[in-house]
């Protein structure tokens, strides 16, 4: 209960100069707060960033170890394929010498050539035409050298001649 | 934040009232219900602007500063019931006057123009707690009071603050005008020309003067007079004047107290006399001799009891 005739007025709390004061620690301290803020926001940021990049360019790793293994791979088949066509080369030559090398008395009615060797079938007029003609080539690229002969009834001579050897016949290519 | 703005601009409060053409100021803290007076000045009337100066130097520092004073007006009063209505009864316009129930007890009220005139008497001061003296008066005599009514008064130049008092209420309050303002120099200069005359007369009947028309024997006597009337006497006869009319004004105050059947009554035995002057104590013999009352008379310092007040007013 008031003993005063009249009310206290209102007061203000601080005084003026005060008020300027605290406004502008109020405001520097929002400012301050908004950069730590914006930093640590920021910074969060870029952590996720840094962890996004990181799994990225583990990524980007593994892609290149899988690319470098496939272009080995590649690499690695190119020269098997060219080792292939150069044997191939060199066995459609061997062939075209081999059947160059065959004379025109002689017919041959099978050839087989493989990895070990090469097996002729044919038929000669006589031996010695089969041995001066034939043989005699083939005993300078093969190593080693046998002939059979079968008389047919027309005095000619059927022959099998296994030749083994040097010769290297195409391989599949293996992948 | 509480703590840290009552630390850094705590309640402070600047007391004053006026008197004998000066303003006796206060300033103080106001802490835990308590008001610390710091520093104490007086200020002439004159130059209240001092007065304005001051607060604003004091509020630049401290912006919760109260200004606070002692309502001196003479239009004002108090009376025993503590509402509005009663005031008619007591032959008082309720339109023309500010009241405050006190304690839920007794009314104390003042004119609404003095009070306003008084708060425009000192240009660029906000009053925040206006006190009437009756409420100082009841305040300061609160520990002296007991069931039976005894009576207190303020004096302050030339106004009495006229109150009966019990534990539980008011009986009876009045201003009492001992000598007037602007109006006292008349006044003052027709009494001591009362005085003057009564003298002559008296002399005239001691000495057994012929006619008081003879010219030439007023003017010997009037010299007479003056020299007689050193500079310390003449102040003694003032007061004593002065008391004498105080004594009539209380016993005519009593007498409308013990016969006005609108106020209760009972005897008074006790008279107390807190004075803001020097009144002497010839008074408190006059009182205790032609009253037969027990009287006593202490020294009244407004700021102290304001201070309590506004400690209670502005932290209770």
Not at chain 1, 17 to 24: A, K, P, T
Not at chain 1, 45 to 51: A, G, Y
Request: hydrophobic share 40%.
């Amino acid at each position: 209960m008031s003993y005063s005739f009249i009310k206290p007025k209102r007061k203000p709390k601080i005084d003026s100069e005060s008020r300027m004061i605290m406004l502008f620690g109020a405001v520097t301290a929002l400012l301050i707060f908004g950069f730590t803020a914006y930093i640590l926001l920021k910074r969060s940021s870029m952590q996720t960033e840094i962890v996004s990049m990181r799994t990225k360019t583990e990524s980007f790793h593994l892609e290149s170890m899988e690319f470098k293994k496939e272009i080995a791979r590649i690499e690695r088949l190119a020269r098997k394929y060219d080792t292939i066509s150069t044997n191939n080369t060199l066995m459609k030559e061997s062939i075209q010498n081999l059947f160059d090398l065959v004379p025109d008395q002689i017919t041959l009615t099978k050839a087989i050539l493989d990895r070990n060797g090469l097996v002729l079938y044919g038929v000669t007029p006589s031996k010695d035409v089969y041995n001066y003609l034939l043989l005699a080539p083939l005993k300078s690229v093969f190593q080693r050298n046998v002939t059979t002969f079968y008389p047919l009834e027309n005095g000619w001579w059927r022959f099998v001649s296994v030749n083994e050897g040097s010769i290297e016949a195409g391989s599949e290519v293996e992948e | 934040m509480g703590k840290l703005g009552h630390y850094f601009w705590p309640k402070t409060a600047l007391l004053f009232y006026v008197f004998e053409e000066k303003i006796h100021c206060a300033f103080g803290y106001i802490e835990e219900g308590e008001f610390d007076i710091e520093q104490r000045r007086e200020i002439d009337l004159s130059d209240s602007s001092e007065l304005t100066r001051w607060l604003e130097e004091i509020r630049q520092t401290y912006p919760k500063t109260y200004v606070c004073s002692m309502l001196d007006t003479t239009n004002q009063g108090a009376i025993p019931e503590c509402s509005k209505a009663s005031l008619e009864k007591y032959g008082i316009d309720a339109a023309l006057v500010h009241t405050l129930c006190v304690d839920d007890s007794w009314l104390a009220y003042t004119s609404l123009v003095e009070m306003k005139w008084f708060e425009q008497r000192f240009k660029g001061v906000e009053f925040d707690l206006l006190y009437s003296p009756f409420v100082l008066l009841y305040r300061k005599c609160m520990p002296m009071l007991d069931r039976k009514p005894a009576l207190f008064m303020l004096h302050q130049n030339g106004v009495v603050f006229f109150a009966v008092f019990s534990k539980e209420r008011l009986w009876f309050a009045q201003v009492l005008i001992i000598s007037p303002g602007a109006e006292s120099e008349v006044a003052a200069d027709m009494q001591e020309d009362e005085a003057v005359e009564l003298a002559f007369d008296l002399e005239m009947i001691d000495e057994e003067v012929e006619s008081i028309s003879d010219a030439d024997l007023l003017g010997e006597f009037k010299e007479d007079l003056e020299e007689e009337r050193s500079g310390e006497d003449e102040s003694a006869f003032e007061l004593l004047e002065y008391n004498l009319n105080f004594f009539e004004e209380m016993k005519g105050a009593l007498s409308r107290f013990y016969h006005d059947d609108r106020y209760s009554h009972d005897f008074i035995e006790r008279v107390t006399i807190f004075d803001m002057d020097d009144l002497g104590g010839d008074l408190v013999r006059y009182i205790e001799d032609e009253l037969f009352m027990k009287a006593s008379l202490h020294s009244f310092d407004p700021i102290e009891v304001m201070a309590e007040l506004v400690a209670h007013d502005l932290e209770g």
